[in-house]
Nanobody, 125 residues
């Protein structure tokens, strides 16, 4: 059983930066593809960024490409999401997700069996 704990959310003004962290326990971290997804009330959970087990491959949604950067520290079992140039439309609950997978990383939320509790990011205009 994988346990994921997110941190780093908060209330910021448009144009600011935040860094989210997600610490994993329960399984070997290097056996996991990891991802960040977000959700606003009334909408489906949305893909933000994913990264493969080694950190060598990452994919981003078009809405965050060039502003967000996903990374991982396998020595510390931690996933990061650096968010720059934040916009009000980035406001959402951000979730960390994990999938036992050392192959091609997937962008569909349905592929990820393990989820954190989420951290709120609010961007004011």
């Amino acid at each position: 059983q994988v346990h994921l704990v997110e941190s780093g959310g908060g209330l910021v003004q448009a144009g600011a930066s935040l860094r989210l962290s997600c610490t994993a326990s329960g399984l070997t971290f290097t056996n996991l593809a990891m991802g960040w997804f977000r959700q606003v009330p009334g909408k489906e959970r949305e893909f933000v960024a994913v990264i493969n087990w080694s950190g060598g491959t990452a994919y981003y949604s078009d809405s965050v490409k060039g502003r967000f950067a996903i990374s991982r520290d396998n020595a510390k079992n931690t996933l990061f999401l650096r968010m720059n140039s934040l916009k009000p439309e980035d406001t959402a609950v951000y979730y960390c997700a994990a999938e036992p997978n050392i192959g091609m990383v997937l962008v569909s939320a349905g592929a990820y069996p393990y989820w954190g509790q989420g951290t709120q990011v609010t961007v004011s205009s």
